[in-house]
């Protein structure tokens, strides 16, 4: 879709105005909305708009917004409705953000930008005004050089204290552009007291360069209150931070308890990226002792297997399935690999896993239950042969017919490897 600059926008905002309003009685209606019904309200926009006024391109999505919230503000409705507005307001910015996409590099991208970033300051008062929202939306399809000529046509703009979102948006174009004391100072000139999700994306770009120190400084600045240095959702970047400029590898005990809150092996990853072979080993035997009290989460076993699959630890892997694997039918894939690499590494530990298996599976008494102890019975066979063990294996399954004599199904699967 274009991005036309000379077209009369009075006309254009003229012809759609009745299918506006008829959009707005609809998102102002009292009745209960689901997504699916505010999409159909969206489409039904997008329809109008490239049947009526297709020569606009994207600025008729532009002027459609506008009229839309121009009549919920003097309708006083934004209050109980903001949220299906909102909706509204994305789904067309989807396509001007598609526009912008198709425009990266070109002037006309930049005038359109520029469009929006004057509706912000004029209409900076009103706190449900889409223009941030949407300018938000945009920034990942502009290219540097825009957003730093954006930037650069912002830096006049003075936002009063209620303008919070306008602010977000005008400190979060000066921190891409490069410009991060501008973008801190932004922030802390309102007394607005910053929730951690209102300024993610900032510490975000900051992580993404890997300033370090900087994102210690902010954390510092804008919550100077919170002297326990406990930041909430915020805290992950500090303690990645923290990690990085650990030069003198001081163990970060401090790091790892707050880890073990919330174990994640993404976060793992992240926060010893940098870490010698030697450093991660003592990381990870500080925590798996911690976690083995935790076994009972799910969240905490699936850390857990990768800790052990990542560090080859397969003598507590062997432990663990022993003692914890009570019904191995479906085992997730990290399972499966731990076990896979035990087999190669470690064909001893894996032995009496498969010996376990084999009996806690026989014992559900169904046949899918059997086809999973027979195919560990084949892994057996496979583990004995590479010994050149064979008649140790010989051995063990007619034991193990025996022992299982009246289980007809399991000796017939038994029988399909030992024919």
Known sequence: MDLPVHIDMEEAATALQPAIHSTYKKLAASRYFTASHLELISSEAKHVINTHANETGAY????????VFSLSRSSSTQDQSFRRFEHFYRSLGEVIKQSLESNKDSHDAFLFMNQMAKRMEKDQRDLFAPWPGLIQQCIPCLSAGHIEKLDEKLKPYTFNEGATHA???????????????????QLMSLTTNWTEQQ????????????????????????????????????????????AQLNKN????????????????FQRYAAL???????????????LLPKL??????????????????????????????LMYERNPLRLQEDKEALLHDMKVSSPHLVKPVFHQ????????KSRAHYEKAAHYVHELMLVYSQENNEERFQHYIQLLKSEYKTYRAFIKELNFIHA
């Open 272 to 286: 010893t990226t940098h870490e010698s072979k030697e450093k991660k080993q003592q990381i990870v035997d500080y």
């Open 199 to 242: 300024i993610t994306p900032h510490f975000r770009c900051l992580e993404e360069r890997e300033r370090w120190d900087t994102i210690l400084l902010w954390l510092k600045q804008l919550f100077p209150l919170k002297s326990d240095g406990r930041y909430g959702s915020l805290q992950a970047f500090a303690d990645r931070s923290n």
């Open 292 to 321: 083995e009290g935790q076994l009972h989460h799910t969240q905490t076993v699936q850390v857990y297997i990768r800790l052990l699959h990542e560090q080859q630890r397969f003598d507590k892997a062997a432990e663990y399935f």
């Open 60 to 67: 008729g999505y532009l002027l459609y917004i506008e009229g």
């Open 357 to 364: 298996f084999v009996v806690r599976l026989a014992e559900k």
């Open 249 to 264: 590898g001081a163990f970060l005990s401090h790091v790892w308890d707050r880890w073990l809150l919330a174990p994640s």
């Open 167 to 185: 602010v977000l948006v005008k400190s979060y174009l000066s921190l891409l552009a490069g410009r991060e004391k501008n973008a801190l100072q």
